[in-house]
């Protein structure tokens, strides 16, 4: 298994552009995440997803947008970067919690690092 | 939002030495979490607890789940090198989605 992959690794972007992120995960997991972090800051929630054509909103959600339309894959979309949108960005999956394995554990992508000039 | 304050922020610490970080909420959760972040990579998962009370150990890292629930601790025993990394707890309440809340990080560094 290849676990979360996310491309690409890293990005600039001009104030206006738009672009996405990919997120594929090969473990069968039906949650998603998407994170940012700020520098010296921990993990703040995005947007996440339950399943296949479910999404809904986390902490800091304005100026993203999602679409889970398979179980592997959950791309964020950045439709006009601003400045503020610079960070690292991560994806992460897990299992639904009535799995009888640790369905706690998220396993996280290595993260887009993007800059919006 | 609920929020998560850990300290210490950063530390020093020789190779061999005990180190300590606590994290507190201002809501109660179910499930603490402890992660390692290296440089350039994404969390990974350390520590998982689940009960008010529970000692968990990994190693030479032991986690605590505070009374309250509203509070967690890590210790790292015996400090080596590769402990090098910024550690972040996290927490989460049964029924949310596992909507993960972090901690701002504990960045530790470790002189030998």
């Known amino acids: 298994n290849a676990g979360v992959t996310q491309t690409p690794k890293f990005r600039i972007l001009k104030i206006g552009q738009s672009m996405t992120l990919q997120c594929t995960q090969d473990?069968?997991?039906?949650?998603m995440y998407w994170y940012r972090q700020d520098p010296g800051m921990g993990l703040k929630l995005i947007y996440y997803s339950v399943g296949a054509g479910i999404t809904d909103k986390g902490e800091v959600p304005n100026g993203y947008n999602v679409s889970r339309s398979t179980t592997e894959d959950f791309p964020l979309r950045l439709e006009l970067a601003a400045p503020s949108q610079t960070s690292v960005y991560f994806c992460?999956?897990?299992?639904?919690?009535?799995?009888?394995?640790?369905?706690?554990?998220?396993?996280f992508g290595p993260g887009t690092r993007l800059t919006v000039l | 939002g609920q929020q998560l304050n850990q300290s210490p922020q950063s530390m020093f610490i020789q190779e061999g030495e005990d180190v300590s970080m606590n994290c507190t909420s201002s809501?109660?959760?179910?499930?603490w979490l402890w992660y390692k972040q290296d440089p350039g990579e994404g969390p990974v998962l350390l520590i998982a607890?689940?009960?008010?009370?529970e000692l968990t150990s990994n190693g030479r890292l032991t986690a605590q789940f505070g009374i309250t629930r509203k509070d967690s601790f890590l210790n790292i025993s015996a400090s080596i090198p590769s402990d090098v990394g910024i550690y972040f707890c996290?927490?989460?309440?049964?029924?949310?989605?596992?909507?993960?809340?972090f901690g701002t990080g504990t960045r530790l560094q470790v002189t030998l």
């Open positions: 809501s109660i959760f179910n499930t």
């Open positions: 473990m069968n997991h039906n949650y």
């Open positions: 992460a999956s897990r299992l639904r919690d009535s799995s009888p394995v640790r369905a706690d554990t998220q396993y």
């Open positions: 996290a927490g989460y309440y049964t029924g949310t989605a596992s909507k993960l809340t």
């Open positions: 607890l689940y009960k008010a009370g």
